[in-house]
């Protein structure tokens, strides 16, 4: 018997419906149609659970959920990705992971009567996305041990709830979540199968790639300080205009991004103060976000950023600060998945690519945990993700659920050797 990849997708049709609108997908972490989400794929795994007597299912102390089909040893392999998405999400962003893995973990369930030679465990991601609190990978970051509790605490959404009260809403204690580091126990690698996000795959003809590892991340808010002043009676050349200093910049980090291969960055948020039509912009708040595979390319990046951002704001007759939101280094997988996930590639659709990932996946935080990681892509349909229009072919979908069943064969057998 084989897995079934048509179970993967109707399953990610039921949960589209689920929790998604005419906007798209809406399972925002820490609110009610995200635990609906969570509280579906409970049921389907309680529905496993009672066939076969070796699953169980748990959540811990970061609000991960955890399906474990334990099987002959202690030694686990993982496999995961997200549920939750953006506001006006995509259906596929994260929830393919996730419920490819189930369709893997039926299928072995299946194939060993209930005991694989190796221990499988699927986990859900808790806030992979970070969309409401600005923090991503929060779930993962607790398991890995890299939390940041103190900064993370008083982060407020767009209605100024705390994460930390959110969290308690949840039934998480956000002192206590570093206790999820527990489940890092027996985990001998991790898997994650996850939607490309980007237009490389589609162009260059190929449904699926093997990932070499995440691009780093350096994310700063930057705020220029000018002069607030009337619009009618101060002089052109008399102004201290913050916007002008910001906007200088946002044009600027296209050279600074150009000078490197697959570097990219982006100011995606531009605060005006006051932000009326008859005043001078005397305060402008916007963020940073860098990124590129190369440690010594991200460093570069960021100090002509911020010696770029003080000349503008010299020229304006401006000051800037810079925060730090959240950075991460880049993380390269483990050389020997990459190779098993190339080849559970080539055997399941004939080439393979290797390639980096621009997004931020869970994958990271457990690869900086030290378990040995890799994750396959699959193509997206016009590079669109985080909107309603994200997309991939269905019989894309049908093979990366192959490709994903592949790749956790050989990886049982490398673990067990
Ligand atoms: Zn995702």
């Not at 810079?322 to 098993?340: C, K, Q, R, T, Y």
Request: glycine fraction near 8%.
């Amino acid at each position: 018997m084989a897995v079934d990849p048509q179970l993967a997708i109707a399953m990610l049709k039921e949960l589209r419906t689920l929790t998604g609108d005419e906007n798209g997908a809406q399972r925002l972490a820490w609110t009610a149609t995200w635990l609906k989400a969570r509280e579906w794929f409970q049921g389907r795994v309680e529905e496993l659970a009672s066939e076969y007597g070796t699953i169980e299912h748990h959540y811990d102390a970061a609000g991960n959920s955890w399906t474990t089909l334990r099987g002959q040893t202690e030694k686990a392999l993982l496999l995961g990705s997200h549920l939750d998405s953006v506001p006006n999400g995509g259906w596929l962003d994260g929830c393919l992971g996730v419920i490819s893995a189930y369709a893997v973990i039926h299928h072995l369930a299946e194939q060993y009567n209930g005991r694989p030679p190796v221990t499988i465990r699927l986990v859900d991601w808790a806030d992979e996305e970070g969309a409401r609190f600005g923090r991503s990978l929060f779930g993962s970051s607790a398991f890995a041990g890299t939390h940041s509790i103190s900064a993370d605490r008083g982060r407020t959404d767009s209605n100024g709830i705390r994460l930390e009260d959110a969290l308690r809403e949840c039934g998480i204690n956000i002192d206590g979540i570093g206790d999820a580091q527990k489940e890092r126990a027996n985990a001998a690698a991790y898997l994650e199968l996850h939607i490309e996000q980007g237009p490389v795959l589609e162009k260059m003809s190929m449904p699926l790639a093997a990932v070499l590892g995440t691009k780093g991340v350096e994310r700063h808010a930057i705020t220029f300080y000018g002069q607030e002043a009337h619009s009618g009676s101060t002089p052109m050349g008399q102004r201290r205009d913050a916007l002008a200093a910001a906007s200088k910049l946002a044009l600027e980090i296209r050279n600074i991004a150009g000078k490197h291969q697959d570097a990219v960055c982006t100011m995606g948020s531009v605060k005006t103060f006051p932000g009326i039509v008859t005043a001078v912009v005397g305060r402008c708040e916007t963020t940073l976000d860098q990124r590129d595979i190369d440690a010594a390319v991200l460093a570069a990046m960021f100090a002509e950023a911020q010696s770029r951002a003080r000349q503008f704001a010299a020229e304006e007759g401006c000051t800037v600060e810079w925060s730090g939101i959240w950075n991460i280094e880049p993380v390269h997988f483990h050389p020997h998945l990459i190779a098993l996930a190339e080849q559970a590639v080539i055997e399941t659709a004939g080439a393979s690519h290797r390639m980096p990932s621009g997004p931020l996946h869970d994958a990271a935080e457990v690869s900086r945990a030290g378990i040995p990681t890799v994750m396959l892509f699959v193509q997206s349909l016009q590079g669109i993700s985080h909107n309603k229009i994200e997309d991939t072919l269905e019989q894309h979908l049908a093979l990366a659920v192959t490709a994903l069943d592949k790749l956790t064969a050989k990886t049982i057998a490398w673990i067990q050797h």
